[in-house]
């Protein structure tokens, strides 16, 4: 189908996801206050990247947004996963070493996690 209609399909799947969304606790509260993320980040990220024009780009989105859907229902969490750095990821020193580490970090980041870097 066209970025469109599969942007349109996400987007309605993540409101039902929304809808429906089980807290793990089991409390009502913690439900409410999930749901509520779920249906801010969804109109947020939909609304930062509606101007995308670029075909590489869109389906970077998509798949961020497929692997994160995939990833919330089966962990029961609807947050972003962490992020582990690779090992002697924490450089302190200045120049070529904190480069180096930056590089790594950027090309262990999951797809899950591109968003993050822009909100």
């Known amino acids: 189908p066209p970025p469109a209609e599969q942007f349109l399909s996400l987007y309605t799947r993540l409101f039902r996801i929304a809808r429906t969304w089980q807290a793990?606790?089991?409390?009502?509260?913690?439900?409410?206050?999930?749901?509520k993320y779920i249906v801010e980040e969804a109109r947020t990220l939909f609304r930062q990247?509606?101007?995308?024009t670029d075909?590489?780009?869109?389906?970077?989105?998509i798949k961020e947004c497929e692997a994160r859907i995939e990833i919330g229902l089966h962990y029961k969490n609807p947050y972003p996963r962490a992020i582990y750095l690779p090992p002697r990821g924490l450089a302190t020193q200045k120049g070529r070493k904190l480069r180096a580490q930056q590089r790594l970090r950027k090309q262990a980041k999951p797809i899950y996690l591109e968003s993050q870097d822009q909100s």
């Open 24 to 35: 793990q606790t089991g409390a009502a509260g913690d439900a409410e206050t999930e749901r």
């Open 49 to 52: 990247n509606q101007q995308l």
């Open 55 to 61: 075909p590489e780009s869109i389906k970077t989105c």
